[in-house]
C-alpha cells in the first residue's frame, strides 16, 4: 500500500512539472489571415506596441460610492479601497518593471485599461503611463487604433487591435501555466508578469523573422 502511494504521489508531481510551462499560442477564435497577421508584426516592429494596466476602476467606484453613504461599514469599506489601490499600484510596478525589463521588440507605451476607449474614441487628455506608473503628459503617441497586449486574467493576455484579436498566425494569445508553482501556491504575479513579456518578446522576435514558417501555421 505505501509502495502504491509513493508511486501515485511521483506520478501526480510528473503530471504537474509536465504541464509546467508558459506559452503563446494561437487564438481559437481569432479569424487566420497570413497577410495581414504578417503586416502587424511589423508594424509592430517598426512602430510602438500599447500594454494596459488594470485599474480596477469600477471596484473602486463601487467602493467609493459605499464609504460616501456613511454606511456602518465604512470603515470595512475603506480598508478595502485602500488593499485594492495597493495591489493595483503593485501590479502595475511589476507589469511595467517585467516589459522594461524582457521585452525589446519595439517600444512600448503603458496605458490604464480605463482610459482605453476615451483615448480610440479621439478624447484629449492624459492616457500614458512614465516608468513609475503615474500619468505621464510628456508621453505622446497619435495612432488612436493602436495594437495592444491586454491581460484577460491573472494568468493570460491577448493581442488585438480596437476589440479584435489580431488573426493567426499571429502570436496572439499568452497563457502562464506552472502546474506546480500554482499547485502550491507558489506562482507569484511578478514572476507571472515577467514569463509573459520575456515569452511575448521571443514569440515576437521568431515570428518577425520568419512569418511564413510552418511553425505558425
Not at 17 to 22: A, E, F, K
Not at 59 to 84: D, F, H, P, V
Request: some cysteine; overall charge neutral.
Amino acid at each position: 500500500m505505501k509502495r502504491v502511494s509513493i508511486y501515485l504521489l511521483s506520478v501526480s508531481i510528473l503530471m504537474l512539472t509536465l504541464y509546467s510551462c508558459v506559452s503563446i499560442k494561437f487564438h481559437d477564435y481569432a479569424e487566420t489571415n497570413y497577410e495581414l497577421a504578417a503586416q502587424y508584426i511589423k508594424q509592430i516592429k517598426d512602430d510602438t506596441i500599447v500594454v494596459t494596466v488594470n485599474t480596477y476602476k469600477e471596484k473602486e467606484e463601487i467602493l467609493k460610492r459605499a464609504i460616501s453613504k456613511g454606511s456602518s461599514n465604512a470603515a470595512t469599506y475603506r480598508l478595502r479601497l485602500q488593499n485594492l489601490q495597493e495591489e493595483r499600484d503593485s501590479e502595475t510596478k511589476n507589469l511595467i518593471d517585467a516589459f522594461e525589463r524582457h521585452f525589446s521588440f519595439a517600444e512600448v507605451l503603458y496605458m490604464p485599461d480605463s482610459l482605453v476607449n476615451g483615448y480610440e474614441r479621439g478624447e484629449e487628455g492624459l492616457f500614458f503611463l512614465d516608468s513609475e506608473g503615474k500619468l505621464d503628459p510628456a508621453v505622446i503617441y497619435n495612432n488612436r487604433s493602436p495594437v495592444k497586449i491586454i491581460q484577460i486574467d491573472a494568468v493570460s493576455w491577448n493581442v488585438v487591435i480596437g476589440n479584435t484579436i489580431l488573426p493567426n498566425p499571429f502570436p496572439n494569445n499568452y497563457g502562464y501555466k506552472n502546474g506546480l508553482a500554482m499547485f502550491f501556491g507558489l506562482a507569484p504575479q511578478q514572476k507571472i508578469m515577467q514569463e509573459a513579456a520575456k515569452t511575448f518578446h521571443l514569440r515576437f522576435v521568431k515570428y518577425y523573422n520568419s512569418p511564413d514558417s510552418r511553425l505558425y501555421y
